[in-house]
């Protein structure tokens, strides 16, 4: 499922960075920016412990990346 690190798939295409990443409207926008294709969504969230809220997140792309400081960023690519 998800591992810590950098994504390294598709570096060329564009990056939209997404904050409250597992808030109702900006997980649709998520939803809709990988619906899209090429381009890279970032998001961050406060916790990983709402699992309630980020296990749907991590469940739009099964290989999402995620690293935890003081918030998690996820790193997220559907392959085109």
Same mark, same amino acid.
């Given at each position: 499922?998800?591992?810590?690190?950098?994504?390294?798939?598709?570096?060329?295409?564009?990056?939209?960075?997404?904050?409250?990443?597992?808030?109702?409207?900006?997980?649709?926008?998520?939803?809709?920016? @990988?619906?899209?294709?090429?381009?890279?969504? !970032?998001? +961050?969230?406060?916790?990983?412990?709402?699992?309630?809220? =980020? *296990? &749907? @997140?991590?469940?739009?792309?099964?290989?999402? !990346?995620? +690293?935890?400081?003081?918030?998690?960023?996820?790193?997220? =690519? *559907? &392959?085109?």
């Amino acid at each position: 499922m998800a591992s810590n690190g950098e994504q390294d798939q598709d570096s060329s295409a564009p990056v939209a960075l997404v904050t409250g990443a597992s808030g109702f409207i900006a997980s649709h926008i998520v939803q809709q920016l @990988l619906k899209a294709g090429n381009v890279r969504v !970032r998001g +961050t969230v406060r916790s990983l412990k709402t699992e309630e809220k =980020v *296990v &749907p @997140l991590l469940g739009m792309v099964p290989d999402a !990346r995620y +690293t935890q400081k003081r918030m998690c960023c996820f790193n997220m =690519v *559907v &392959p085109s």
